[in-house]
């Protein structure tokens, strides 16, 4: 979807895009569940404590907080690789891990890979710091793979795990991680949060955070009664309430208006073929009834 920030910026006064769709950390709105989570990421690193596990509908805020736990990382010089490619072979998982971590060694060769890997972690464990390896979209990942990242989660001296290892994906993940060839790596799991979609109050508390972030700090626009309809219509996927809002203040823009309306968000869910519960409902808008379009879902993967 296209960004259009930079078209109103200006006319709203926004020093930075208010709903880009980067998962960029400078916005991140503390609701209670992305707190939890991310508390459960470092203090799963922090106490050496082997695998976590993320989950979340596509939307909901994984890989924000992956890019948050990669900027503490970075701040405390703890050695970390991030693969976000998981449509992937095992020689590839490697080669990639090894580019990340930047070992020195034969990258196509898995027992250099594997042997320069756990000379990296011991030197780190000597240091008193510990390694981290991120998965993303783990939900792609291919068994073999899996069974690679779990002989990894072996590699331990007698104060704990020495590679810290963070699988984020979509639910399916954790159906997949329940097969029986997955036991061994089930059993594993120290720590698991799942993201769900934000309630009606977090959504609007969501929306004002990332306009005042934006350099809005008493926004007026977005009405109350419009957050509310706009949550209804999003279900509360952090994603889609940024494409929604940033069509609307696009909407707003073109109108030469500082506030959004009920008819504006009509024409936006029209234009991005929103579908929501209860939008074909009896005595919903004509022209919803008669969308030939109405049957198609909208993905915003
Ligand atoms: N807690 C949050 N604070 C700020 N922005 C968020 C939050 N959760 C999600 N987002 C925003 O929603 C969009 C989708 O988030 P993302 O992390 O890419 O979701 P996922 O990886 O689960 O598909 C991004 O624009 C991201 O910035
Ligand atoms: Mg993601």
Known sequence: MKQSASLYRAFFGFSDDPFSLSPDPAFLYHSRQHDEALSNLLYGVQGRKG??????????????????????????????????????????????????????????????????????????????????????????????????????????????????????????????????NLRNLKQRIVLRTNLIPFSESDTAAYITSRLEKAGMPLQTVFPPELILEIHRRTQGIPRVINAVCDNLLLTAFADATKMADAEMLDAVCDDMRLEWPGRHARGARSRYSEDPLAARTTSFD
């Open 51 to 180: 695998f976590i596990v993320l989950t979340g509908e596509v939307g909901t805020g994984k890989t924000t907080l992956l890019e948050c736990l990669r900027d503490y990382l970075y701040e405390q010089a703890v050695e970390f690789a991030f693969i976000f490619n998981s449509r992937i072979t095992s020689g590839e998982f490697l080669e990639l891990l090894a580019y990340d971590f930047d070992l020195r060694c034969e990258r196509t060769s898995k027992t250099e890979v594997l042997m320069a890997l756990s000379q990296m972690l011991l030197s780190q464990a000597e240091k008193g710091s510990t390694a981290v390896l991120i998965v993303d979209e783990a939900h792609n990942l291919e068994w073999e793979v899996l069974e690679e990242i779990r002989l990894l989660g072996n590699l331990e001296n007698r104060r704990g795990k020495l590679l810290q290892i963070i699988l984020a994906g979509q639910p399916e993940l954790d159906r997949k991680l329940d097969s029986p």
